[in-house]
């Protein structure tokens, strides 16, 4: 099959890799993308335009930042594509929805947990729709494709359910050091964690740099999650808060060095 990429960023190059190893060839779309992105492209076709890939394609597989599905879905609509969409992306169940409602029976829900897919059992990929069995039979190598069922946003949804924990945690570890901090007693916390806590410090550590770089792509998905919650009649505001606190991070993207003193000066620099 002849595939759509879009975009291979960090992510997506390893999702597009992994369609290679499927046998399949994969497309993107150059114009417009930095060099950087297209040194990680290199095993890709490149297309001119989002047109001349929809027409070349018999499918599509969007992993862009959650903020940007929307318009990355309707881009592809106006661009005349009538394949199967997987949408690939952290959203919540009734942003997959809506979208879904665009492409109709050619949608297909995903949600990734892993990091990129660079080695065998790190990264699934979970499917859901009535042509998720299809899609799967898009991916080799080190991705692991897993079909939920045919319910259009369980893929969504269980990504939103893991993301709370694994990103949120994250988020409440760093806030807990942030008030510590700006209260005067962060080195009293931390001579208690040592006692009562042992591993909390060292979480700490990992949730700082395992964040970091990465924080402003956070922003939206810890939105779509809060939205998640409120949708299913559960408190959506922790999230929420979790999405501010990442927004304050931003200025660390493309820092993979900044540590736990970085990240608290992040945050605690723009108090109001």
Known sequence: MKLGLLHPGEMGVSIGRSMLAAGHEVLWVATGRSAATADRARDFAPCENLQELAAAVDGICSVCPPHAAVDQAREVIDAGFTGVYLDANAIAPDTAADIADWFGTQYVDGGIIGP??????????????????????????????????????????????????????????????????????????????????????????????GTSRKAWRFVGEMEEISATFEALGLPGEFHAGAAKLYERMAGLKDRPSADLDDVLSEILKNRR
């Open 116 to 209: 990129p897919a660079e080695k065998t059992g790190t990264t699934r990929l979970y499917l859901s729709g009535a042509r998720a069995g299809e899609v799967a039979d898009w991916f080799g190598g080190a991705l692991d494709a897993r079909v939920l069922n045919e319910e259009i946003t369980a893929a969504s949804t269980l990504k939103m359910a893991y993301a709370a924990y694994t990103k949120g945690s994250s988020a409440l570890l760093l806030a807990v050091n942030a008030l510590a901090e700006a209260g005067g007693v962060r080195d009293a916390l931390v001579a208690e964690w040592s006692i009562s806590q042992p591993a909390v410090e060292k979480r700490s550590e990992m949730a700082a740099k």
